[in-house]
């Protein structure tokens, strides 16, 4: 299964990055996780776009969502669905809707929008959501395809609910908004400290950083300033940046 890091930023873009957004591209169909400014490069990668295509809303601050206002240069095959947390029918449908840009009927393809509960799910695949410790109610996700497990938490705080759904999985994608010895209690988010405990209590086999806040992350050489140190801790570390594949 590849994985590709389309946008790596939390808040905003810069030079270094694009708000966040991920492709994983499995056997079946593909999986898109978040939809900040990075999802703009989703074309570059999607080479049989008949291939289903599911995306997966972690909450609707604008980095996540904001990139859905693009959707309409997008000239998919098939029908993209678009999974959240209840109450993403209603949200979704206000912001992507006029006055403030093409609303989902308009677009080229089928959007179908589907609300899920915590719980387990199944899906052409099986997924697992719960809520993560946010400003705003935000899901994390443990998704097993092709028999592998991918868990995608951003944004949170540490709980146990991300080591619940990071149990034994092949790759933790989680955040890395703050810097070491960084909280904010009000609005929580991980330092790369931890993210490394959370993946080693979890005993997940890789762990990829994304979603580096853009105003405290400044360039990619900031970005790898902790890795050294943190790679003593946990080896099969993985700090992210825009364009970035990896295969597990
Ligand atoms: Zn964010
Ligand atoms: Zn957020």
């Given at each position: 299964?590849?994985?590709?890091?389309?946008?790596t930023n939390?808040?905003?873009?810069?030079?270094t990055g694009?708000?966040?957004?991920?492709?994983?591209?499995?056997?079946?169909?593909?999986?898109?996780?978040?939809?900040?400014?990075?999802?703009?490069?989703?074309?570059?990668?999607?080479?049989?776009?008949?291939?289903?295509?599911?995306?997966?809303?972690?909450?609707?601050?604008?980095?996540?969502?904001?990139?859905?206002?693009?959707?309409?240069?997008?000239?998919?095959?098939?029908?993209?669905?678009?999974?959240?947390?209840?109450?993403?029918?209603?949200?979704?449908?206000?912001?992507?809707?006029?006055?403030?840009?093409?609303?989902?009927?308009?677009?080229?393809?089928?959007?179908?929008?589907?609300?899920?509960?915590?719980?387990?799910?199944?899906?052409?695949?099986?997924?697992?959501?719960?809520?993560?410790?946010?400003?705003?109610?935000?899901?994390?996700?443990?998704?097993?395809?092709?028999?592998?497990?991918?868990?995608?938490?951003?944004?949170?705080?540490?709980?146990?609910?991300?080591?619940?759904?990071?149990?034994?999985?092949?790759?933790?994608?989680?955040?890395c908004?703050?810097k070491?010895?960084?909280?904010?209690?009000?609005?929580?988010?991980?330092?790369p400290?931890?993210?490394?405990?959370?993946?080693?209590?979890?005993?997940?086999?890789?762990?990829?950083l994304t979603h580096f806040d853009a105003?405290i992350y400044r360039s990619i050489e900031e970005r790898l300033e902790s890795k050294?140190?943190?790679?003593?801790?946990?080896?099969?570390?993985i700090y992210a940046h825009?364009?970035?594949?990896?295969?597990?």
């Open positions: 299964m590849k994985i590709v890091f389309l946008g939390g808040w905003y873009d810069t030079p694009n708000t966040i957004c991920t492709l994983l591209e499995t056997n079946d169909f593909y999986l898109v996780l978040d939809a900040g400014n990075g999802i703009y490069k989703l074309e570059e990668y999607l080479d049989n776009s008949k291939k289903p295509i599911y995306l997966f809303l972690s909450h609707f601050h604008l980095d996540h969502i904001e990139g859905l206002h693009i959707l309409n240069k997008f000239s998919f095959d098939n029908t993209l669905h678009i999974y959240g947390q209840p109450g993403t029918r209603k949200i979704l449908n206000n912001i992507i809707n006029q006055p403030y840009t093409v609303s989902f009927p308009g677009l080229p393809f089928e959007v179908h929008l589907h609300e899920i509960e915590t719980g387990i799910h199944h899906l052409p695949f099986r997924v697992e959501c719960k809520f993560l410790p946010h400003a705003s109610p935000c899901f994390g996700y443990r998704f097993e395809i092709d028999e592998k497990v991918i868990t995608y938490c951003t944004d949170t705080g540490p709980h146990k609910n991300v080591e619940e759904l990071a149990r034994n999985s092949n790759l933790l994608i989680t955040e908004s703050l070491i010895g960084e909280s904010y209690p009000g609005w929580p988010h991980l330092n400290f931890d993210a490394v405990k959370i993946a080693i209590k979890a005993k997940a086999k890789t762990l990829a105003n050294e140190s943190m790679k003593k801790l946990f080896e099969n570390l825009d364009g970035m594949e990896i295969v597990i």
